[in-house]
């Protein structure tokens, strides 16, 4: 069993050394390198920031998962000329970006969205929701979270929730089967097996008299 502890807008600060957020690989491209350079001159991070998305819109770059060139600077070929890639591509040339303009930055794998059982009472969440994001350290210390991939093209569309409205699928079903299953049964302990047991006896003393040929 495990523990999960999620927190809204939680805040995480930096408390050691940030070289390791700075390093940079052995080769930039000039392109990359001129975009930095100019970058740089901005004093605070949100001014940088602002820049690197505003470069981002400018570059029409759409989100796509498929025919996606292989070439051995996947940055370059990312940012000025194919300009289509998925998740990985939006954060690692965002981050890369942010390391030459001297904000130390890295990346975050998770998961984003999911399906709501509306028969279980939960979200599935998938390995089609995988995703990959930006944290960049602020002039306060302080990670903030960006997401570069909202900033392609077709960013509403690539990102729209599931909504299956009403409409309850087999998968749906099958699935909250399977869910109730393993929390009523498999991982039951002896004190919630007793406390379903109570309440169950307390609903049947509260059923009002029937009549025995009801049931035929």
Not at 166 to 192: C, I
Request: charged fraction near 25%; include cysteine.
């Amino acid at each position: 069993s495990y523990r999960v502890e999620a927190q809204l807008q939680a805040r995480s600060r930096q408390l050691g050394r940030v070289d390791d957020y700075l390093l940079l690989p052995e080769r930039v491209s000039p392109r990359l390198s001129e975009i930095g350079q100019r970058i740089r001159q901005s004093e605070s991070f949100q001014e940088k920031r602002a820049q690197l998305d505003r470069f981002f819109l400018q570059q029409q770059l759409s989100y796509s998962t498929s025919q996606l060139p292989k070439t051995i600077d996947p940055v370059d070929t990312f940012l000025f000329e194919s300009r289509r890639g998925y998740c990985e591509y939006f954060a690692s040339s965002y981050a890369l970006l942010l390391r030459l303009v001297g904000v130390p930055s890295r990346l975050v794998g998770g998961y984003l969205g999911g399906e709501f059982n509306p028969l279980g009472g939960y979200y599935l969440v998938g390995e089609d929701a995988a995703h990959v994001w930006v944290e960049a350290l602020d002039d306060d210390g302080i990670w903030q979270r960006i997401d570069p991939s909202r900033l392609a093209t077709n960013a509403g569309e690539a990102f729209a929730p599931n909504r299956t409205g009403d409409v309850v699928t087999f998968r749906a079903v099958a699935d909250a089967v399977l869910h109730n299953w393993s929390r009523l049964v498999l991982n039951y302990d002896l004190r919630q097996q007793f406390g379903l047991i109570r309440s169950m006896v307390g609903q049947v003393r509260d059923l009002k008299k029937f009549e025995a040929r009801s049931l035929r």
